[in-house]
């Protein structure tokens, strides 16, 4: 079922690799400066000061992002070749490393909620300021009274970090540690899955490891979306490699089901996922077939990790707090911004946010359940379902994952909340399925210039003109990709 990857565009000449290589390297490097400058370091949190306040650490945070963010940009379709990925990316990281918490204060949440639970309290039952954190005051005042809204393995990988680092700081190394495996895993399923899909591998990598979001927030913030996304990732590198297999089958459902206790976004890959389970023809008996296999682990590591932990299911009701922030970066939230100020002028207040946003999540249903079908349609004749011979498709595996993609870049286009490292979830899965690549990368490379080192989203600054900004895009391209889909009769977004 793998497939040979086609060989893409050429590579770039060995100047602009190198200009790019070593661009990209003092871009890191103003960041990191930055970022000791007036990153999150480890104090008290406070409300968003303003961009007037340490101009030249502002400065030179923006023109690092804009140095990393333009070499990414200019070998978008390419680096010479997958090794050369990556050892850039991996020299990009390095002043990263030595960086303190960039972009968020999310991993001092991480830390008091591993403290509360190693301590005997519930995090989805208690804020971390109820349970008595000690390092409560480094937390962003917004996330103090919330339950944690990650899943059990998470709880238990926070917990650990706290009680190996022995301190505040430890606890960051140790996050930090986790991040940097869960990149590190993507990296090493990266050409697997990139082979598997028929994508040229040297520009995979690059797109997926080398890129501003992957060193400032998944590397230097530590945000737990590495570690899920190491889980994705080898987790539908065995399914492709052995799929309609009951052991790989049951170990491939365990990953996946572990990438769901980190973060419950995963959870819209597992239709995708089933597909790629099926060995031979995909008919409905195969499908229930290896699906069945592949759910039996995913409900594992779920059941297992939920009773390891004591705390069952009560991370779900966690998760319905995550939209306590309202920016207008997120779709719905700025079209209910919109309707609100159109409301304003007409002397009503009508509160659409809520309304919004919960009509987006009927829409990412819809669309995840489109986009399944689509993808089972189309492996259906690939398998030569109704025919007399199945057909050998080589690019079978590229169906699932590129469906896992979409399905994620629809999740993040629809949620009720938007931050920058969120684009990281499709990006990955997109690099090393999808056949057209500045669709994806242009959003990602915008979302490298939202966050400020210390974690102020620059969203704050820019409610009323972002949101309308925001709107006008969303209503854009709604009406461009519904002329698409009419003019090419329903064709592969890819």
């Given at each position: 079922m793998s497939g040979s990857p086609s060989p893409g565009p050429a590579p770039p000449s060995p100047g602009a690799a190198r200009l790019?290589?070593?661009?990209?390297?003092?871009?890191?490097?103003?960041?990191?400066?930055?970022?000791?400058?007036?990153?999150?370091?480890p104090r008290a949190a406070t409300p968003a000061r303003g961009l007037g306040d340490e101009p030249w650490t502002v400065a030179l945070w923006l023109v690092g992002t804009s140095l990393l963010v333009g070499a990414w940009w200019a070998l978008r379709r390419g680096a010479p070749s997958?090794?050369?990925?990556?050892?850039?990316?991996?020299?990009?990281?390095?002043?990263?490393?030595?960086?303190p918490p960039l972009g968020s204060r999310d991993v001092y949440s991480y830390a008091c909620q591993g403290w509360a639970y190693a301590h005997g309290v519930d995090p989805y039952l208690n804020g971390v300021a109820e349970a008595g954190c000690p390092w409560v005051d480094a937390v962003a005042p917004i996330w103090r009274d919330t339950p944690a809204p990650y899943g059990p393995f998470f709880v238990l990988l926070a917990a650990l970090a706290v009680t190996l680092g022995g301190g505040l700081v430890g606890a960051i190394v140790a996050f930090r540690l986790f991040a940097v495996a869960g990149v590190l895993l993507t990296a090493v399923c990266l050409v697997g899955l990139a082979r598997a899909a028929g994508v040229p591998t040297r520009r995979a990598a690059w797109l997926a490891l080398a890129g501003p979001l992957v060193g400032v927030h998944l590397i230097a913030g530590a945000h737990n979306d590495?570690?899920?996304l190491g889980l994705l990732t080898l987790g539908l590198l065995v399914l492709v490699r052995r799929p309609g297999r009951p052991g790989p089958l049951l170990l491939a459902g365990a990953l996946l089901g572990l990438a769901v206790t980190v973060k419950a976004t995963a959870v819209v890959v597992l239709p995708f996922a089933a597909l790629a389970a099926v060995h031979g023809r995909h008919t409905v008996r195969?499908?229930?077939?290896?699906?069945?296999?592949?759910?039996?682990?995913?409900?594992?590591?779920?059941?297992?990790t939920s009773l390891l932990s004591g705390l069952g299911l009560g991370w779900v009701g966690g998760l319905t707090r995550s939209g306590d922030s309202e920016q207008w970066t997120s779709p719905p939230t700025a079209v209910g911004f919109v309707v609100d100020y159109a409301g304003g002028l007409a002397g009503r207040e009508p509160g659409a946010v809520p309304v919004t946003r919960a009509a987006a999540l009927l829409l990412l249903a819809v669309l995840v359940a489109a986009l399944w079908w689509r993808a089972w349609s189309g492996l259906r004749r690939a398998s030569g379902v109704g025919q007399r011979v199945a057909r050998p498709d080589a690019a079978r595996p590229r169906a699932a994952l590129l469906g896992a993609g979409l399905a994620l870049a629809a999740t993040v286009a629809l949620a009720p909340v938007f931050h920058p490292w969120y684009a990281t979830w499709p990006l990955v899965l997109l690099a090393v399925a999808a056949a057209r690549t500045t669709w994806f990368v242009a959003p990602c490379a915008a979302a490298a210039f939202l966050a400020l080192p210390d974690g102020t989203n620059l969203a704050r600054f820019s409610k009323a003109p972002g949101a309308l900004a925001m709107t006008a895009l969303a209503a854009g391209l709604a009406v461009w990709g519904l002329l698409r889909l009419r003019r090419t009769g329903g064709a592969r977004p890819d």
């Open positions: 790019a290589r070593w661009v990209g390297l003092a871009g890191a490097v103003l960041l990191t400066v930055a970022g000791w400058l007036g990153g999150a370091l997958t090794r050369w990925a990556y050892r850039t990316a991996g020299l990009w990281a390095l002043p990263l490393l030595a960086a590495a570690v899920m195969a499908l229930l077939r290896d699906g069945g296999w592949l759910a039996g682990g995913v409900i594992g590591a779920v059941a297992v």
